[in-house]
Nanobody, 122 residues
Framework: QVQLVESGGGLVQPGGSLRLSCAAS????????MAWYRQAPGKQRELVAV???????SYADSVKGRFTISRDNTKNTVYLQMNSLKPEDTAVYYC????????????????WGQGTQVTVSS
């Protein structure tokens, strides 16, 4: 059974930084693409960043240059470093995994974490 446990969310002022972590179990972590989605109140879920097993990464235009996804295959953990945060980054952030990159991009990955709240406000 796949388990994804996110941590690192919280309240931060505009311009600040946060690092989210997602610890995975029940999968062969090193061979699977991993990604972060987010959902703000009243808005559709948005793919923020995705990283292939080999390290290739892709980002939403709204976060390019500010967010960085990374992974540590020795710890079965994926990270999302968020810098220069804006109020519009406020959302629940979800870690996801699927063997199929396209399933992640389509918004139908096999497994989701429980989510962690990020609030950007002064």
């Amino acid at each position: 059974q796949v388990q994804l446990v996110e941590s690192g969310g919280g309240l931060v002022q505009p311009g600040g930084s946060l690092r989210l972590s997602c610890a995975a179990s029940g999968i062969l972590f090193s061979i699977n693409p991993m990604a972060w989605y987010r959902q703000a109140p009243g808005k559709q879920r948005e793919l923020v960043a995705v990283m292939a097993s080999g390290g290739r990464a892709s980002y939403a235009d709204s976060v390019k240059g500010r967010f960085t996804i990374s992974r540590d295959n020795t710890k079965n953990t994926v990270y999302l470093q968020m810098n220069s945060l804006k109020p519009e980054d406020t959302a629940v952030y979800y870690c996801v995994v699927d063997q199929n990159w396209n399933a992640i991009v389509r918004g139908t990955p096999a497994s989701w974490g429980q989510g962690t709240q990020v609030t950007v406000s002064s």
